[in-house]
């Protein structure tokens, strides 16, 4: 007899059995509230959505509002908030997993990191208003919007850059060596390389955590009505997550269904980003 024949055969005990059922609820659960949800949304948003929404300035009128200064200012803060914190995070896991030495000091600064990811964002919001806008003097500004975020992005980056390091072989770093490679060589040539798609999925899922986030460039002052574009880094700004919780905050039908419009407008940019993610991370595997 097989060994498939006698797993067939088999039959698993009862508290195997309810401990799938168990995971399987837990996977189910979330899974179609999750789908309630955005057909919810989908239904209140259907009678909104259109190119004059996605392309209009905010009203006072329900019915002439649209979402494009906040639609972008959340481009804008992403790509700024990309161009900061993904060179400093990529840059502080290659020091830490490839040329740190171990010790306290070591140590001590991936504890930190590693605490600072849990840290609620409103604190991020708070140090950003501290230093940003008040001790460095940027005022209530489109870069200090995205130093904040970078701040808040940047522990995930640094995490998610070491683990994508820790993939690779020690036996390519060992290989390199042997033919003559300098340390440099081999983290630019071999390393990051062959971590390349982990790091680019991390970076790409923490900055699509960024665009969704409220509180920290709620407490930096990001602007709540605004009827022009940024010109500048210098220029005040709103986003879309803040035009959406002031579209939830009033009492009118109307407003309502733009939130709900906003809503999904903002949840097609995320999963737009987690798709470039997935594409570049299996694009690059196999090369790899």
């Given amino acids: 007899m097989s060994l498939q024949e006698l797993q067939r055969g088999s039959r698993s005990p009862w508290p195997e059995r309810l401990f ?3 995971c399987l609820l837990a996977v189910g659960l979330p899974l179609l509230l999750l789908v309630v949800l955005v057909a919810d949304v989908a239904i209140d948003a259907l009678g909104r959505l259109s190119l004059d929404f996605l392309g209009s300035y905010p009203s006072r009128h329900a019915h002439k509002a649209g979402i494009l200064p906040g639609l972008v200012g959340s481009i804008y803060l992403i790509l700024l908030t990309a161009a900061v914190a993904l060179p400093a995070g990529i840059g502080a896991a290659v020091w830490l997993e490839e040329y740190a030495k171990r010790g306290r000091l070591s140590r001590l600064i991936e504890t930190n990191i590693a ?7 409103v604190i991020y919001g708070i140090l950003g208003l501290g ?3 008040r001790a460095l003097g940027l005022g209530r500004s489109l870069v200090a919007g995205a130093l904040t975020l970078a701040l808040l992005v940047l522990p995930i980056v640094i995490l998610s850059t070491r683990e994508a390091l820790r993939t690779v072989p020690r036996g390519y770093r060992e290989a390199a060596y042997a033919l003559g490679a300098t340390r440099w060589s081999v983290v630019r040539r071999v390393v990051l390389p062959a971590a390349l798609p982990g790091i680019l999925t ?3 899922l923490a900055t699509s955590r960024a665009i969704g986030e409220t509180a920290p460039i ?15 880094i210098d220029a005040p700004f709103t986003a879309l997550p803040i035009q959406i919780f002031n579209w939830v905050s009033r009492p009118q039908e109307a407003f309502v269904q733009n939130a709900a419009a906003g809503i999904l407008v903002l949840l097609t940019v995320m999963l737009l980003m987690n798709t470039v993610a997935i594409l570049l991370r299996q ?3 196999r090369r790899a």
């Fill in 202 to 204: 991390g970076a790409i």
């Fill in 283 to 285: 694009r690059h595997s």
């Fill in 20 to 22: 799938l059922a168990l």
């Fill in 131 to 133: 230093i940003f806008v």
């Fill in 218 to 232: 709620v407490v930096v002052g990001a602007l709540t009505y605004v009827t022009f574009l940024p010109d500048g």
């Fill in 115 to 121: 605490n600072l990811a849990g840290v609620p964002s």
